[in-house]
């Protein structure tokens, strides 16, 4: 992966290789979003650890924004990959996309080191265009916002110009449509106003309709490419399927919006249309994930029919990771969403463990899996490789992640029913109320086994860095002897 | 006849199409909904306060005001309930004031990073209580381990002494960090925390703070 730039296999492939360049930063990121959730893990266990000095605060703030961070890089650097696959032509501004790159890539530096050694400022608006806007998940500084914004027009100006200059696939159709929501989403979360109940109102339009809508329809576009370049499935299908997966996502997604109208200060009639429409949410996920297996199994069959030996893929990990997305986003996005989208649930378990279990294992089935296969996918391009096959550590990679994400997702759960029973259902809430749970013997073990499986997240995260930097270098070699 | 329609339902345009329409047609009642969401949920005035108008998101001015969540037969669920005048930190605040207060408050919830430890309305970090209705916490009151331990009278006085020297005032072995916060940002906190409790968030939480009894009494155990 990091010679791929040095020894240019992409021969002239400029946009391949700049989306090369996204994948690293957000490999990167990704280790430190594992890193900090690992401090974080470690205070709920041992509250005096690194306290008033990198508080959970900090570890939680870093944890977040990392994993928000890395996914836009390996998103902008998914496109920036296919791009020139779909269109048919070069991406027509990589010295601008190099440069929107560097900027951005400085900007977070610079936002990481102020959230880390800064931490927070005083009550003025200086803090909040300076250190910390300490809105969850956007927590980046206002100057930082305006140069994400003006990074992202740049990146969309790029992406629209090729795509008009070149062909106009359904895939990028969508993508395009999707992209000018995600970043105009964005405008939503930057401006301050001293009523809680508009900044939330407001906060979750960038926060739900990304992550239960657009970043789902770019998932849907993407795993739509990949099958495309993995096992060849028919282009015809896969975009008709892939109009089905946006009119169920937006139809659902964006109404769903309510859910999360339910107790902000918002209007009853949320909890209905929140309830009926978030209820919906799984369906697409469940039709994702039928489309991916269903392709898969008629590109093999086929196959076979024609007398072709062997799995009908061409990149073992990177399908390996995009089936787990299919299987990851209908569990932990659909199932785990479901679990309490409805108001009568809800209101027992809002704001309890039961959402951070959810946010895992969502986070991780929905984007994490298929960003991790895009990057496979330009492992294999990058070092011109026909058939990429999994390695033992392609498999230790995917399995101590998923089995360490599923670990925790168990755990939080088990914790957050404590906490939604203890805390909640026997006493109200109230400050005497939550501590009385975070003490219960059930949800201290389970907070240990959180952290257990965050290790194990973790050696499975250096196994996968570990792969991708040598699998590519490995199977050209093993190609070229072959040849 | 390679291009004969064999089935709507294979027929990328009609998907194409139906995205497209229903796309359409929920950004159009998203956005009416929040037209009618936006216009309940922004700040009531203080001539509201004054005439005992319910707002969703009552004005600043809240402050001067005893606030308490009670169950509503008809609603089914508990709602804030604005009372009788009541001094904050010794005096009655001017709107003008109540409001500068309760923006410097809002500033250092941000610039404080209150949402990554504690949730508000629900939302945030789950590391540290709730403090949607903290205002109305009984272990804020009179009587209340909160209230004693930082030896002054009033809910206001103790909050204030606490969020500024928090790690004086253990109550668990998780304690806040000391952030720097100085006597003004605490007391602009407070408001926030008082104005944030008088929000109708439709019975969020739930039986807060209550023991069987009251909760078959109907009563609360919020103040």
């Known amino acids: ?483 | 006849m390679a291009n004969k329609k064999v089935s709507v339902w294979t027929d990328i345009q009609f998907w194409r199409r139906s995205a497209a329409w229903v796309t359409g047609f929920a950004t159009i009642l998203l956005i009416w909904l929040s037209f009618d969401t936006i216009g309940q949920i922004t700040m009531g005035t203080n001539a509201d306060l004054k005439n005992g108008v319910d707002k969703r998101v009552p004005a600043a001015t809240v402050i001067n005001y005893h606030i308490d969540y009670k169950m509503n037969k008809k609603r089914g669920h508990e709602v804030p309930v604005i009372g009788e005048k009541q001094l904050f930190f010794g005096k009655e605040w001017s709107p003008k004031d109540a409001e500068a207060l309760l923006r410097l408050g809002k500033l250092t919830e941000q610039a404080k990073n209150c949402m990554d430890c504690h949730t508000l309305l629900g939302n945030g970090a789950y590391y540290a209580p709730d403090l949607t209705k903290a205002w109305l916490d009984p272990a804020w009151q009179k009587g209340g381990p909160m209230q004693g331990m930082t030896g002054k009278n009033t809910v206001e006085e103790a909050m204030a002494e606490f969020l500024q020297h928090p790690s004086q005032y253990p109550t668990h072995a998780r304690m806040m960090p000391n952030l720097g916060i100085t006597a003004e940002e605490a007391k602009g906190l407070v408001a926030f925390l008082k104005h944030m409790s008088s929000i109708d968030t439709n019975g969020f939480p739930r039986n807060f703070s209550k023991t069987v009894a009251q909760f078959k009494a109907g009563d609360t155990n919020a103040h």
């Open chain 1, 1 to 483: 992966m990091l010679t791929s730039i040095k020894t240019n296999e992409f021969r002239g492939d400029k946009s391949k290789e700049l989306g090369m360049m996204y994948f690293r930063v957000a490999l990167i990121l990704f280790g430190a979003q594992l890193l900090m959730g690992l401090i974080a893990a470690i205070q709920f266990i041992v509250p005096g650890f690194l306290f008033e000095l990198f508080d959970f605060s900090v570890a939680r703030m870093v944890h977040i924004n990392a994993l928000v961070v890395w996914m836009l890089y390996a998103m902008i650097g998914s496109v920036y990959f296919m791009l020139p696959d779909e269109t048919g032509v070069e991406t027509v501004g990589i010295g601008l996309g190099k440069l929107a790159f560097w900027v951005l890539t400085a900007a977070v530096t610079v936002v990481v080191l102020v959230f880390i050694f800064i931490q927070v400022g005083s009550g003025t608006e200086t803090s909040i265009w300076l250190i910390n806007e300490g809105r969850e998940y956007l927590e980046a500084p206002r100057w930082a916002d305006i140069g994400i914004v003006v990074v992202v027009l740049t990146f969309y100006w790029n992406v629209f110009a090729t795509y008009m200059k070149g062909k106009q696939t359904g895939i990028m159709t969508v993508l395009i449509a999707d992209l000018f929501a995600l970043a105009g989403l964005y405008l939503a979360g930057m401006f301050f106003t001293d009523n809680i109940s508009m900044d939330q109102f407001w906060w979750w339009w960038v926060i739900h309709l990304w992550v239960e809508a657009t970043w789902e329809v770019f998932v849907g576009a993407l795993a739509a490419y990949a099958l495309i370049k993995i096992i060849g499935a028919k282009r015809e299908i896969v975009e008709m399927w892939l109009w089905i997966e946006v009119l169920m996502l937006f139809g659902s997604g964006i109404l769903g919006l309510g859910h999360h109208y339910f107790w902000i200060g918002t209007p009853e009639y949320w909890w209905e249309i929140g309830a009926l429409f978030s209820a919906l949410e799984p369906v697409p996920l469940v039709a994702m994930f039928v489309h991916v297996l269903y392709d898969w199994g008629k590109e093999q069959g086929k196959a076979k029919a024609e007398g072709h030996p062997g799995a009908v893929m061409n990149n073992g990990p990177a399908m390996a990771w995009i089936v787990t997305n299919a299987f990851g986003n209908f569990l932990g996005a659909g199932i785990w969403g479901f679990f309490h989208t409805l108001p009568q649930v809800n209101i027992y378990t809002h704001g309890t463990q039961f959402t951070a279990a959810h946010g895992h294992l969502a986070f991780f089935g929905a984007y994490a899996t298929i960003l991790i296969g895009m990057m496979y996918l330009g492992v294999q391009y990058a070092y011109g490789v026909k058939k990429l096959t999994s390695t033992f550590k392609s498999k230790m990679a995917i399995f101590l992640i998923v089995f360490g994400v599923l670990g925790m997702t168990v755990a939080l759960t088990i914790a957050g029913y404590e906490q939604v029973l203890v805390e909640r259902a026997e006493l109200g809430g109230g400050w005497t109320a939550f501590f009385a749970a975070q003490d219960l013997p059930w949800y201290i073990q389970a907070q240990v086994w959180r952290a257990m499986m965050g290790v194990v997240t973790f050696v499975g995260f250096i196994y996968l860095v570990w792969d991708l930097l040598t699998i590519g270098k490995h199977a050209k070699a093993a190609q070229a002897a072959a040849e």
